[in-house]
């Protein structure tokens, strides 16, 4: 499975940017694509994730209303609407995907994702 990543950039506080994430080389009858990022010096964290049974959306919530996960099956895409961008948001970003479904806490978890994407750089200035 190869994930494709695009959209980052920069941006003054307040801003917005939308990054997309294209799935191919396989096809799952059920899985979950998602968001995390990694600032300089600090782990991987957990953003945002679409499942796709059920249509469910999971939040981090240093991100909850001001980010939008939305998802589009047919092209296997998951995009990433990022509004009222801080300086603190600034981090690479990586989209990934998770096999099956589980509860939500499942995926706030890096160890529990099976594929990693390339990272898009966002950077928010003051």
């Known amino acids: 499975v190869q994930l494709q990543a695009s959209g980052g950039g920069s941006v003054q506080a307040g801003g917005s940017l939308r990054l997309s994430c294209a799935a191919s080389?396989?096809?799952?009858?059920?899985?979950?694509m998602g968001w995390f990022r990694q600032a300089p010096g600090k782990e991987r964290e957990f953003v945002a994730a679409?499942?796709?049974?059920?249509?469910?959306?999971y939040y981090a919530d240093s991100v909850k209303g001001r980010f939008s996960i939305s998802r589009d099956n047919a092209k296997n895409t998951v995009f990433l609407q990022m509004n009222s961008l801080k300086p603190e948001d600034t981090a690479v970003y990586y989209c990934?995907?998770?096999?099956?479904?589980?509860?939500?806490?499942?995926?706030?978890?890096?160890?529990?994702?099976?594929?990693w994407g390339n990272g898009t750089q966002v950077t928010v200035s003051s």
């Open positions: 679409f499942r796709r049974s059920g249509g469910m959306t």
């Open positions: 080389g396989r096809t799952f009858s059920s899985y979950t």
């Open positions: 990934t995907i998770i096999l099956g479904n589980y509860i939500s806490s499942y995926y706030y978890s890096a160890r529990n994702i099976d594929y």
